[in-house]
């Protein structure tokens, strides 16, 4: 029975082609999905799934694909996953994760993480797939397609993913997971000449009914075997949802009629035509073991009954003890966890606590000798500024007392040399003004006698010219 464990991170990587939240089908040709053809008969995957809402996905975990999905992001549950049986490991803890670009394609997180982790960075998320709120408290566990209990480590822990899972009850995933392992380790593997040829593919019709009004639980969950290797054969099982012991077997062809029109799912349907009889019914012999050994009994032999039935016995008795004693080593691990973390914490508190002290200690100390430094590198500073400025000082007052006599003594200089050249630039000046006076009369005298003499040339020249004009001229004798 799974439960949920305390998660441990693993980066599960997925290549999801841009375009899913808009419903784009993704080509079996193009880069992406192509890397998981491995998992398919002759590298093609089933086709038929061509609604706009299916989602090829290329299942990956430290960078190698581990199983294809073909996912639907209306019914929010893969149709189906395709894988190969690997040896099966241990049990490992569960650790859900979701895939951001189904919801946010445009998101730079490529690999799958952890719902928690991506809480209000990937736009809509939940919008095209299941989330874990849909599964708490429903009633539902998330059951695996492709079981973890048929791989390998690595393929194991990239089984547990939201777009392998479908709402199963625990009774129902219980049985499908037992009898799915059942059948393909017990009566497929050991009827295929070549194991690596061993294609399995595990797939869910999805019903009205749907968890919490989102995520649809399955009518039927279905099982589909190809042994591509000489005297392959194919084989198609059918478990319905409301009969957890139901296990029928049939044709892949019967199985196609049961989902979408037009559904093929295996290449040339794996030589189902031309299979061996003997070897289709060695195995459909091995699967009705199986399937009466858990309805009626594992043998009809009494012996291995009462054997059944002691270990059964034995169990029921051995059962409380087993789980006290997983209690008491929870118990102790839990304590030992709480002394440890306790320890840290105090050990955290004290040496934080010393660390600030030295600290605080180192920055008081490096102020300290800082400002002494400072004093002492400015006392020699300081008395010389002072020197300097009682010298300049000085110089100043020197230069005031020189300017100050040099003032008062040219004022008296000053006055007495204009005093005593005065007398010489007033006499001096008399000659002067006498011959300029005398100069001044001559000319008035002159221009007096010009002017007089201007007139009467004047007054002759106009005489003359009147005597001209009326007195007759006389003959040339005259």
Known sequence: EWTMKTPIVFLL??????????????????????????????????????????????????????????????????????????????????????????????????????????????????????????????????????????????????????????????????????????VVEQALVPHCSKKDRLYLLAGAIPSSVRVKGRVSVPETLWLAACCDAPEGWSLGLVKKMNDENSLVDLMVGELEKQLLAGVHLFKGNCGEDNQSQEKTEAILQAVSQIRSGEQVGTSDNQEAKDSSLVRRVAGIIATPFIKLLELLIYVFVELVKFVFYFLWLVTKRVGGTVLDGVYSLWNGVVSYLKAISMVLISIPYDAGRVIVNIFLGFLQIVQDVASLIYKILSIPVGFVLHLAAFPYHSICAIPSVLKDMATGIGGTFSLIIDATAALLHGFYYLAGHIVKRFVPKGSSGD
């Open 13 to 182: 990587c997925i290549s999801v082609f841009p375009g899913f939240s808009q419903g784009r089908v993704v080509g079996e040709d193009e880069i992406g999905f192509a890397e998981c053809n491995v998992f398919f008969p002759g590298q093609v995957p089933p086709e038929g799934f061509t609604e706009r809402f299916h989602v090829k996905i290329c299942q990956q975990y430290n960078k190698e694909p581990r199983f294809a999905t073909l996912y639907s992001t209306k019914d929010k549950i893969p149709l189906y996953s395709a894988f190969k049986y690997t040896k099966p490991a241990q049990n490992k803890e569960e650790n859900w994760l979701v895939e951001p670009q189904i919801d946010d394609p445009e998101n730079v997180l490529h690999e799958m993480v952890h719902e928690a982790d991506i809480i209000g960075t990937v736009a809509n998320l939940g919008a095209n797939q299941a989330l874990t709120s849909d599964y708490v408290g429903s009633g539902y566990e998330r059951g695996l397609l492709n079981p973890s209990v048929l791989n390998e480590e690595d393929f194991q822990m990239a089984t547990y993913t939201l777009t392998n899972a479908v709402p199963l009850s625990p009774s129902l995933s219980k049985s499908w997971h037992r009898d799915i392992g059942r």
